[in-house]
């Protein structure tokens, strides 16, 4: 059976992981944490980078940053996880859905004016699939509108848009090392902080409140309750993983590139006579191959192919029921203008086996049987 995903692994983690057991600094902030931040802030060029107990929390951080009030307005796609929604419903503010584009189901950058109103705090978008949102139109938008930007860049570690990391455009950037990403601590993600008049304050509300941050820097002699906070400081064990994973992060990206553009050789080509659409990547975009999806005619055939898949033994997979139509949507949310393209792509999307370690012969064994299925429903 092909499953959908396995978790990375690359071969360094055992030994990392039991170095941070026995160096008897298994709580978090100790060595691996300062390696995956430095890692991290090297490689993309920001001047912070906390490690997060999740993407969700990084998110979380970043809506008490930017100091989102009950009431405040953020506009996002709907079209996401619900993550991206539900730190901001947390503190009382209502997230505002827009439509996404067809090509690349990322938030459809010219519908933010129309969405804007007095309330409006922040605009989140997010890199679906590691390709990038039009970041130049956002940035200047909310610059017009004084708003932040908080980049949901759950998927888009390693990914670019006009030379730029992902994650370093907004006041913050949200990553994720899920199981389920390139780049894994199991459960575990980092906030990227761009300015650094918050990065204090954000030290102060991940170790729960206080300035414990400082004093293990020996910036003060005791540390104490300075703040509000909570708990999203990840364990040693968690962030060793992480690094052994980070260090080979480029053998990591160049096997799932690979196995990306082997998809794309083989299902662009059934694409040609309109039976499915394969990814859009913009030319300003460098994604990183977090995923590789199709689209079929509609929901009905998704289904069947679906199905089809399982039978021989692949596990595919959608995902994203609109969160404007889920139960906690329709509470806490509110869509903008109209559901053009957010539902009906929704629908017709398969997400296809995609992970590092992934061979070439499955590739083609999954490219074989989607061209049977089609082969099949001509009839
Ligand atoms: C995975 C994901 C998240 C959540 O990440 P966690 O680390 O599991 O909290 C949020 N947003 C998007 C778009 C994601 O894909």
Known sequence: MINFNVPPYIG??????????????????GEFTHKCSEWLETKMKVSKALLTTSCTHATEMAAMLADV??????????????STADAFVLRGAVPVFIDIRPDTMNMDENLIEAAITKKTKAIVPVHYAGVCCEMDVISDIAKKHGLMVIEDAAQAIQSYYKGKAAGTFGEFGCFSFHETKNLSMGEGGALLIRDEEYIEKAEIIREKGTDRSKFHRGQVDKYTWVDYGS???????????????LEQADVIYRSRMASWEHYNDRLKKIAQDGRIEVPFIPSDCIHNAHMYYIK?????????????LKDKGIMAVFHYIPLHSAPAGIRYARFNGKDIYTTKESERL?????????????IDYICDMTEEFLRNRIG
């Open 350 to 362: 398969v997400r296809l086996p995609l992970y590092y370690g992934l061979s070439s012969d499955e």
């Open 69 to 82: 009030k009950p009431a405040d307005e953020v506009i996002m796609p709907s079209y996401t996880f619900v």
């Open 12 to 29: 360094t983690e055992d030994e990392y992981v039991i170095r941070a057991i026995h160096s008897h600094k298994i709580c978090g902030d």
């Open 231 to 245: 708990s999203y400081l990840p364990s040693e064990m968690n962030a060793a993983y992480l690094y052994a994973q």
């Open 296 to 308: 079929l005619k509609d929901i009905e055939e998704r289904t069947a192919y679906i199905n089809y």
